[in-house]
């Protein structure tokens, strides 16, 4: 059975920085591309980043890009987002999903339960 | 930047057909998926590459897409279909777009 447990949200002052990860097991981690995809409260789905299962490339949304840093330890089955400078406007629950296959342009075929992030002073 | 439009809401009665749009620029040109979401719940791949369906979901959903339009349609609809679903697609300059989602209410 594919697992994905988020954890690391939390609250955060505006400009501060936050770690999640994303520990993945019930598949062979180390050949999927992976994504963090976001919600506001009450709003829609939002792409963040993606990574592919080597970790050598990455993709980011304008709106995290330069703030935001993905990453993957294979050896460990888990996917990090590194979070810094963070804005009132990143406050939003946090999913890992999986794509369903090793590259990123694909159907994101399971989800994690979400961390939720609240950015706020 | 490539953006999915979809209506804000839908309503079905028992036991009908409900259809969901997605409208997009020539949006036939790409791979088309959906995901349902029922409230303080994760989101759930219901339909993926236009027409098909993941294991575990029943055959009442499915798919089509031509032109500047997707569609989800959800055939004999159920109670437990009431959910958020949004369409998504993979586009060479924005990378994952979702649709702005729609809600889909159970008469």
């Known amino acids: 059975e594919v697992r994905l447990l988020e954890s690391g949200g939390g609250l955060v002052q505006p400009g501060g920085s936050l770690r999640l990860s994303c520990a993945a097991s019930?598949?062979?981690?180390?050949?999927?591309?992976m994504n963090w995809v976001r919600q506001a409260p009450g709003k829609g789905l939002q792409w963040v980043s993606s990574?592919?299962?080597?970790?050598?490339?990455?993709y980011y949304a304008d709106s995290v890009k330069g703030r935001f840093t993905i990453s993957r330890d294979n050896s460990k089955n888990t996917l990090y987002l590194q979070m810094n400078t963070l804005r009132a406007e990143d406050t939003a629950v946090f999913y890992c999903a999986k794509s369903s296959r090793s590259t990123y342009s694909v159907e994101m075929d399971y989800w994690g339960q979400g961390s939720l992030v609240t950015v706020s002073s | 930047s490539y953006e999915l439009t979809q209506p804000l809401s839908v309503s079905v009665a028992l036991g009908q057909t409900a259809s969901i749009t997605c409208g997009g620029n020539n949006i036939g040109n790409k791979n088309v998926h959906w995901y349902q979401q029922k409230p303080g719940q994760a989101p759930v791949l219901v339909i993926y590459k236009d027409t098909n369906r993941p294991s575990g979901i029943p055959e009442r959903f499915s798919g089509s897409n031509s032109g500047n339009a997707a569609t989800l349609t959800i055939s004999r609809a159920q109670a437990g279909d009431e959910a958020a679903y949004y369409c998504q697609v993979w586009d060479s300059r924005s990378a994952h777009v979702f649709g702005t989602g729609t809600e889909v209410t159970v008469l």
């Open positions: 990574i592919s299962p080597r970790g050598d490339s990455t």
């Open positions: 019930g598949f062979t981690f180390s050949s999927s591309a």
